[in-house]
């Protein structure tokens, strides 16, 4: 019997081996928010039986079996825990796109050339190497030349709503009258004024990237040894989009078959235990318990004493209701913590959210944080800080689950008392983050299901799913050359119709007036 086992073992092993597919995860960036997404997708797939290899600074906490890492961290700082109350103006300033693309996109690009990618690079000895490419995209479509390198299909993960540029890039028809623009506070019903605002910046960010972008052409001719004539060029190798929204948190938006939405395909409820502290202090939190971080990557410890004060003196009040608040260096808070307040470096963030005494969550409004706590209906108060965060917080106001102070610099110890007062006092924020949290989880197959079907089926058929409108220009994909023909029919039927009753009327009263102007002429000689 036992041999029997051992050989039907031996039999499922092999299968799974032959039936799975090679797939690349290309995630170079240093962020932690940005590589979540990624570590889930690609596990699971390892899981499954497909043979996986991913580009990543990230270590797992436990190695997987068919799981390889290319590590190529080290040599960029990492984003998680670095960034203080000064770096803070840095990230708030990448208002434009140069910038942006300056510090978090030609950076990473320049890991091109380290030596474990350079060694996957130059030594493929399999051809192709990969049956799939999946390739986080930010700021480094740098890392779009391994698909047309190894001559594989892509697949592009988007860890928040869709870019902007990556609708005329992808062939997707979004139109500013009524899709926010991914640096905008609209909503979706927009006065003129904002109409206008959003038409000039969706397309001003749209040109700047695929304009800007273009200096990273330099770094694929470097490392891959290939000439291509663009950035936007290397995206028209892109089979399918992953993208981490839903329509219950994103809005509603016209998405092309290419644009699969997989919102919280990383989420589950089986995360890291609590601590025995935490656990404690949790099951104690009778009277409620207030959940607060700024994410991976900020220390609220050093923002100033007196913005420091103001938050202590209104967690204060709130007692006996508890708070954890994540910070990284306990050694540099400022004295004079209030007893209901826990810090901790770290937090097992799905552990936390789904405990049962936990009633807020206090945040800067990352997409992958309010996302968790959409999952686990939890209310927010959002502290927005920079990027995306700010138009992520107005779109959970306007569906009445969470209270905004703006920004930072808005916080006072009456703003955040009263916002603190209101989300453990009225129910009605509660009632409708429950509500929202069955639309987003209502779905006919789960996120990580669906993205794992479509990586499978993209490694099966390839490029099929991609829009036509990637064959056109751009003049021709917006009709303009439609326009100016029916413009010139529209123009020379008119000129030939006047052309035509300018001749008639000479024709019909020229000839009288001529007979008339004789007889005159006639009788003045005489």
Same mark, same amino acid.
């Given at each position: ?25 290309? $995630? ?17 797939? $390892? ?44 990230y708030t300033s990448l208002t434009t796109i140069p910038r942006t693309l300056s510090l978090l996109g030609s950076k990473t690009c320049e890991l091109l050339g380290h030596p474990k990618l350079q060694e996957l690079i130059k030594n493929s000895q399999q051809n192709p190497p990969y049956d799939v490419i999946v390739v ?391």
């Amino acid at each position: 019997m036992k041999i029997l086992l051992s050989v039907l073992l031996v039999i499922l092993i092999c299968t799974q081996i032959i039936g799975g597919y090679r797939i690349l995860g290309v $995630a170079p960036l240093q962020s932690k928010s940005h590589w979540i997404l990624m570590e889930a997708l690609m596990k699971n797939l $390892a899981i499954r039986g497909h043979q996986v290899d991913v580009i990543t600074q990230f270590s797992l906490k436990k190695p997987i079996p068919n799981y390889t890492e290319i590590n190529i961290g080290g040599i960029v700082p990492e984003l998680t825990n670095n960034l203080n109350a000064t770096g803070l103006e840095d990230y708030t300033s990448l208002t434009t796109i140069p910038r942006t693309l300056s510090l978090l996109g030609s950076k990473t690009c320049e890991l091109l050339g380290h030596p474990k990618l350079q060694e996957l690079i130059k030594n493929s000895q399999q051809n192709p190497p990969y049956d799939v490419i999946v390739v986080s995209l930010f700021l480094s479509p740098c890392y779009l030349a391994f698909g047309r390198y190894f001559k594989v299909p892509m697949i592009g993960l988007v860890t928040t709503s869709f870019y902007d540029w990556l609708n005329h890039l992808s062939g997707n028809q979004a139109n500013p009258a009524y899709i926010p623009s991914y640096f905008s506070t609209f909503e979706q019903r927009m006065n003129f004024r904002e109409r206008l605002t959003n038409f000039l910046l969706t397309n001003m960010y749209t040109m700047q990237m695929s304009y800007y972008s273009d200096a990273q052409v330099q770094h694929v001719k470097t490392h891959f040894g290939m000439d291509v004539p663009s950035m936007d060029d290397l995206h028209s190798d892109i089979a399918l989009y992953l993208v981490n929204s839903h329509h219950s948190l994103n809005e509603i938006r016209p998405m092309n078959p290419g644009i699969i939405e997989v919102s919280g395909l990383h989420l589950k409820d089986d995360d890291d235990p609590l601590p025995l502290e935490m656990q404690k202090w949790l099951d104690e939190s009778t009277h409620g318990c207030i959940y607060f971080t700024f994410g991976s990557m900020v220390r609220i410890e050093t923002f100033p004493e007196e913005l420091m004060k103001q938050i202590y003196a209104s967690f204060e009040k709130i007692a006996p209701v508890r708070v954890l608040m994540k910070v990284a260096k306990k050694e540099d808070l400022l004295p004079g913590l209030p007893e209901n307040v826990m810090t901790n470096p770290w937090f097992p963030q799905i552990s936390i959210l789904k405990h049962k005494n936990i009633r807020a969550f206090i945040t800067h409004g990352g997409l992958m944080g309010t996302m968790e706590a959409v999952y686990h209906g939890v209310p927010l108060i959002g502290i927005s800080l920079f990027s995306d965060q700010h138009r992520n917080m107005k779109n959970f106001v306007n569906k009445k689950v969470a209270i905004s102070l703006q920004s930072i610099n808005d916080i006072t110890e009456e703003r955040l008392s009263s916002a603190l007062n209101k989300i453990l006092k009225d129910p009605s924020y509660r009632n409708n983050m429950q509500r929202l949290q069955k639309l987003f989880l209502d779905r006919p197959m789960s996120p990580l299901n669906t993205s794992i079907y479509w990586v499978e089926y993209v490694a099966k058929y390839g490029n099929v799913l991609q829009s036509p409108a990637l064959q056109l220009y751009w003049w021709q994909r917006n009709l303009l050359d439609v326009y100016a023909f029916i413009f010139v029919v529209i123009a020379t039927v008119l000129y030939i119709t006047l052309y035509s009753l300018r001749k008639l009327k000479n024709f019909l009263f020229g000839s009288r007036a001529s007979k008339n102007s004789a007889a005159a002429r006639s009788k003045k000689d005489k």
